[in-house]
């Protein structure tokens, strides 16, 4: 199983950035997809999930600005993030959970985010 986190960057306070999730070696169409992000100095964070059938889970600092996304046919989940804030600047990694169970069990090898003021 490989997830291929892509489409951080720099970007200036108030931009937005797409990230995307690439998923081989399982069947994405059954697997939870999430987001989850670690700032400098900081633990782990979850941002946001979309279930098998599509339902969205979002964190509070992801709410109302950040929109997950798949894609069945392309094996691909995706992050919207607009309105970013210096704050939000992080290591992004993209994870499958297969549906019915609560772990995250592959993960992928993050994409840095930096947000200048």
């Known amino acids: 199983v490989q997830l291929q986190a892509s489409g951080g960057g720099l970007v200036q306070a108030g931009g937005s950035l797409r990230l995307s999730c690439a998923a081989s070696g399982l069947t994405f169409s059954a697997y939870a997809m999430g987001w989850f992000r670690q700032a400098p100095g900081k633990e782990r964070e979850f941002v946001v999930s979309?279930?098998?059938?599509?339902?969205?889970n979002y964190a509070d600092s992801g709410k109302g600005r950040f929109t997950i996304s798949r894609d069945n046919a392309k094996n691909t989940a995706y992050l919207q993030m607009n309105s970013l804030k210096p704050e939000d600047t992080a290591v992004y990694y993209c994870a499958a959970r297969r549906t019915g169970t609560s772990r995250y069990d592959h993960w992928g090898q993050g994409t840095l985010v930096t947000v200048s003021s």
């Open positions: 979309i279930s098998q059938s599509g339902v969205i």
